[in-house]
C-alpha cells in the first residue's frame, strides 16, 4: 500500500507557486499521459518536491512514485528546498535572489544556533554568516557567494537590494512579479532619489533664507528652533540619499 506523503505548510512556503497557465499546463500533461513523470521527493514522510504534481495526482485518481531523502533536520530540509528550486526553476532574477537570501538568513541563523551550543560567547570568533546583518551583508565573500547562489553578478544583487530598501511597494511589486527588471528599476529609484534631493535643497535653501541669524532666534525662538529642527532632518535625509546615490 502506497503511504501517502504529507504536506508542511512551511515548507511547501519556499516554493514559489506556479502561475495559474503553469499548473494547467502540468496537469493536463499529467492527464494526457496518465502518469506522473517525476516522483515526488519527501522527507520523513513529508513533500520537499512536487506539491502540484502530487495534488493532481491525488484529484485524478493517478499513481505516482515517491523518493524518500535522508536529511538530519527540518532546517537542512529548508535548505534542500530552496537549492533545489535554485537548481531547476525558471524563475526571475528577483526570485532567485530572495531565494538566495533566505538560504544565507538560514545558514546565518544556524551558524548563531551552533556557535551557542558549542559554549561561544560575543567575544568568541564568529563564523562571516553569524554577524551578517540583513539585508545589507558586511562581508564581500558573503556577498558572492549569495550572487553565486541566485545566478546573478554581484552588481545586480545589490541593485536589487537597494530596491527592497529604498525603493516603492509598488516598484518593488513590480520587481518581483518580473514585470520590470531589476536593471530599470533601479535606474528608475536613481531618478527618484536624485528628485527627492533636488527637492529636500530646495528646502534647505529655503529654511536658510526665511530664518537669518538676526531673525527668528531673538523675536521667536520657538519657530527657530522648529526651523533648524527642520533643516536637520532635512540635511540628514540628503546625505543618506546622496551616499546611496554615490554608491549605486
Known sequence: MLNIPT???????????????????????????????????????????????FEICVKHGIEFQIDEISLPSKEAAKVWILDNQLSRRNLNDAARIEMAL?????????AKKNLSLAGGDKKSKKSPLSVVSKPEFEYVNVRKAIAADAGVGEEKLYNYLQIKKHGSPDLQTKVKSGQLKIGTAH?????????QLTQADKMIKFIKDANPPEGYATKAPK???????LESILSALVEKLGGTHETA
Not at 512551511?10 to 502561475?19: G, H, I, N, Q, V
Not at 533566505?102 to 544556524?110: D, S, T, W
Not at 519657530?223 to 529642527?229: Q, T
Open 7 to 53: 504536506i508542511d505548510h512551511e515548507l511547501r512556503s519556499l516554493t514559489p507557486p506556479l502561475l495559474s497557465e503553469e499548473r494547467e499546463q502540468l496537469e493536463q500533461n499529467i492527464l494526457e499521459s496518465r502518469k506522473c513523470h517525476d516522483p515526488i521527493i519527501t522527507w520523513d514522510g513529508v513533500i520537499l518536491d512536487g506539491h502540484n504534481r
Open 102 to 110: 533566505l538560504k544565507a538568513e538560514m545558514l546565518r541563523e544556524k
Open 187 to 195: 535606474r528608475l529609484l536613481t531618478k527618484e532619489i536624485l528628485k
Open 223 to 229: 519657530i527657530h528652533a522648529e526651523l533648524v529642527n
